[in-house]
């Protein structure tokens, strides 16, 4: 079964601190994956979508990286801000036409001052 | 103002009423989605479109209807709502089918079934 795990759950951190979210899947065949941050109460912003080929993508202070071969992928914040707090989304994508998403459940991070 | 539009951003209906959600969005995207999000699990599609008069079902399909017959707008019909409906129900859209291509999504309605 196509999948999309995503840990911690949650977590918190201490504003400036560095923070590495984790996401594991089971899609095949695959395609690409994505990276959305979520804001409370609002829609999924996309930071970064990476091919089987690229193995870390970079949006300012995020970054993400790409281990095809094991299937996981990781969220790097550098820096942290507490504008950085929401929930974090893994989407993978099967080959198989743009419907065939398959979404993460999140991490939801908090970041205090 | 451009861009994807959800309306309404909360509703709350009693169980057995039809409810429709409403979605805009001003790029004349090609492709149009609707998802719901639960607690504790990933957005899930309901349905998607590929252009106007053109729809297919995604995962989660039963108990809604969606039209399409304006490129800009693709409502989303609860025909009978149940108390399991209740969810946050996000639509997207994106120019094309590349599985590249970048998706927008929109703010969300929150739909309470009592």
């Known amino acids: 079964k196509n999948q999309v795990e995503q840990s911690p759950q949650s977590l918190i951190i201490l504003e400036g601190k560095n923070c590495t979210l984790q996401?594991?899947?089971?899609?095949?065949?695959?395609?690409?994956l994505r990276w959305y941050k979520q804001d409370t109460g609002r829609g999924p912003v996309s930071l970064t979508i990476m091919t089987f080929s690229e193995n870390t993508k970079s949006n300012g202070r995020y970054t993400a990286t790409l281990d095809a071969d094991t299937k996981q992928s990781s969220l790097h914040i550098t820096a942290s801000q507490l504008s950085d707090s929401a929930s974090y989304i893994c989407v993978v994508s099967g080959a198989y036409g743009y419907n065939k998403l398959i979404f993460g459940a999140g991490t939801r991070l908090a970041v205090h001052p | 103002d451009a861009g994807i539009t959800q309306s309404p951003r909360y509703k709350i209906t009693e169980t057995g009423r039809q409810v429709t959600l409403m979605c805009h969005q001003t790029?004349?995207?090609?492709?149009m989605f609707w998802y719901r999000q639960d607690l504790g699990h990933g957005l899930r599609l309901i349905y998607y479109s590929a252009a106007a008069d053109i729809t297919d079902k995604g995962e989660v399909p039963d108990g809604y209807v969606v039209s399409r017959s304006k490129t800009e707008n693709f409502p989303l019909t609860l025909e009978s709502a149940t108390r399991s409906q209740t969810s946050v129900y996000f639509c997207a859209s994106s120019e094309y089918a590349g599985l590249n291509t970048e998706a927008f999504f929109g703010q969300g309605t929150r739909l309470t079934v009592v």
């Open positions: 996401c594991n899947y089971t899609v095949s065949p695959f395609s690409n």
């Open positions: 790029w004349s995207h090609s492709y």
